[in-house]
């Protein structure tokens, strides 16, 4: 009588799914090139159409001489931004390397151009979750 | 290199390039990924104008 309850099993739909490796490449080439996670788990169109609008979006942002931000620990904004650029990965990294993004504050359309690139890394977030979502096998 | 893009334009541009992102990260088939990404693009686009519309009424 002591084992008489049922032993409850976990549905399949929850089961622990097996980590790949690819689970880990694909969000991590897709931070650094966005658009790329998608692109190496065959997914063509979608990596090139998300490589497009976030790199443009990015490049836009810098033609408008909008400004990036760095890991400062400043101001509360001036992190938030900064964890929205670093978003951008590889865009952020090279445009830091290349003293870029420095910004101008005589017109209006400089501080669009900062915002684009902070969008744009944020995109670039959700494009690496989505990547990482196909990786497991949670999407098509 | 410098760009000056009009309010509307850059307004324009955020939209169409964040609703292809919006489109393809929050559906599963190709067909509801358009639908959503034109769903979004007519929102952001649309929340815009009328925002400024409504902001042009207050000034009066």
């Known amino acids: 009588m002591a084992n008489s309850t049922p032993v409850k099993t976990k549905p399949a739909a929850v089961a622990a799914q097996p980590a790949s490796m690819m689970a880990v490449i694909a969000p991590a080439v897709g931070w650094l ?3 790329a996670g998608h692109i190496i788990q065959k997914r063509w169109i979608r990596g090139a159409l998300l490589l497009l609008s976030i790199g443009s979006l990015f490049v836009l942002g810098l033609m408008m001489q909008g400004h990036i931000y760095k890991a400062n620990g400043g101001d509360i904004l001036d992190i938030l931004g900064f964890i929205g650029d670093l978003g951008a990965g590889g865009m952020y990294i090279l445009t830091l ?4 993004g420095q ?3 005589a017109f209006a359309i400089a501080d669009y151009g900062t915002k684009f690139m902070i969008v744009a890394g944020l995109l670039n977030f959700i494009a690496v979750a989505d990547a ?3 990786a497991i096998g949670k999407k098509p | 290199m ?3 893009l009009t309010h509307f334009s ?3 541009v955020f939209a169409l390039f964040a609703s292809v992102v919006f489109g393809i990260t929050h559906r599963d088939t190709t067909r509801e990924m358009v639908r959503y990404g034109l769903y979004c693009f007519a929102m952001f686009l649309g929340g815009a104008l009328v925002a400024g519309w409504a902001m042009w009424l207050v000034r009066r």
């Not at chain 1, 390397?97 to 870029?100: C, E, S, W």
Request: hydrophobic share 55%; glycine share 16%; charged share 0%.
């Open chain 1, 103 to 105: 910004g101008a504050i």
């Open chain 1, 97 to 100: 390397a290349l003293n870029g």
């Open chain 1, 132 to 134: 990482y979502h196909i």
């Open chain 1, 33 to 35: 090139i966005p658009g």
């Open chain 2, 2 to 4: 410098t760009i000056q």
């Open chain 2, 10 to 12: 850059a307004a324009f």
